[in-house]
């Protein structure tokens, strides 16, 4: 008899258990049927948000560039006839320009004949003391840029561009990018290219930065599933701007490890990147990369003909999805639980304070 109550409040605790997990067991098979679609959306969009705000700081980093450079496009053409004077002014472009690597201005040929055929004012950081600027003016013993295609197309042109990625003159090994503008004498005609070169490898390392600050709030699927996130930097014709290995740099192509489900998905892929266009945030549209079911988010870089690109494997986020949504399960369990555990001392509480009560109306004399 003593052990009734508790028997009768394991048999009530059971019962809602069992009907707990039915209830719950529904709830969960809405929200794996119902959410994960919205779910890998969010996250979607999460990382497309991401990779607009490495595209806002690169954007940032090239514009401070340009200033640099159209700052003093007017003070240079105005003391054109003060040729001693300009590799000074190269100088100040990379004092004043934290990005600058380098700063050079190429003149037409015979433009200044005292000087020679060429003439190229220079200026540069030390390598071994980034803090000290150094000066040279290179001539026609140097290097011959007159047949360049970047130098006639600025020159022919009459236009600023920025160049094709190539590798400083002096090391053979740091990867640069020039942003340049054509300088005019008087008459308007185009004379010289001022150009300001940055680093990529500093881009690159920029890159490589916000992208393990972002793949730190999923290192679990890092470290176990090898999922992780990566954003690049290309040409419009898919070549390596920013690589984190650099035997792609300048040699790889984007396009070359990217395949559709489709080949007509690839073309309409290739269509849109190459076109200057900025991903949609739709969650249904993967594409293998390198082999794996990804999402590219890409977007153009504004005045240069660069792209910004993320690639996010699809299993990182449906890992994420699946966390989330476990989690979400956990909690409905642990809750249903809680209630059980609660329900079932509660009840045996009342039940025994029940049982006692009867027990002593049991016991007690008639007529007492």
Known sequence: MKKEPKSLARKIAVRLLVWGLVLMAGVSYLIFTNTSQ??????????????????????????????????NVYYIEQ??????????????????????????????????RKKGHKYC????????????????????????????RWFKSVIEGDTAEWSEPFYDGYDNKTPLAAYMVPI????????????????????????????????????????????????????????????????????????????????????????EMKGGRLSSLESDKRYLFKGEDCYLFYTPLKYTNWMMVTVVPCGLIDMQVLAYELKIVAMLLAAILLLVIVAYVYIRIELKKKYETDKLECERPEGV
């Open 38 to 71: 919205k779910m890998s959306a969010l996250y979607c969009e999460t990382y497309h948000h991401k990779m607009l705000i490495n595209y806002e700081y690169t954007r940032r980093v090239l514009s401070d560039v340009y200033v640099q450079v159209t700052n």
């Open 184 to 271: 005019h004498e008087k008459s308007g005609r185009p004379v010289a290219v001022l150009g300001a070169d940055i680093s990529l490898d500093w881009l690159t390392d920029k890159l490589a930065e916000t992208d393990s600050s972002y793949n730190a709030h999923s290192a679990f699927f890092n470290q176990w599933l090898d999922l992780e996130s990566q954003s690049f930097i290309i040409n419009y014709d898919g070549t390596f701007i920013t690589h984190p290995d650099e035997r792609h740099l300048m040699r790889g192509i984007f396009y070359d490890y990217v395949k559709g489900h489709t080949p007509q998905e690839r073309a309409l892929l290739l269509e």
């Open 121 to 148: 004012p220079f200026a540069w950081r030390n390598p071994e003391n980034p803090e000290e600027i150094l000066t040279d003016e290179k001539g026609d013993k140097d290097f011959d840029y007159l047949n360049e």
């Open 79 to 112: 003391t054109l006839d003060k040729p001693d004077g300009q590799v000074d002014v190269m100088a100040r472009i990379v004092r004043q320009g934290n990005r600058v690597h380098s700063c050079g201005m190429n003149f037409i040929k015979d433009y200044y």
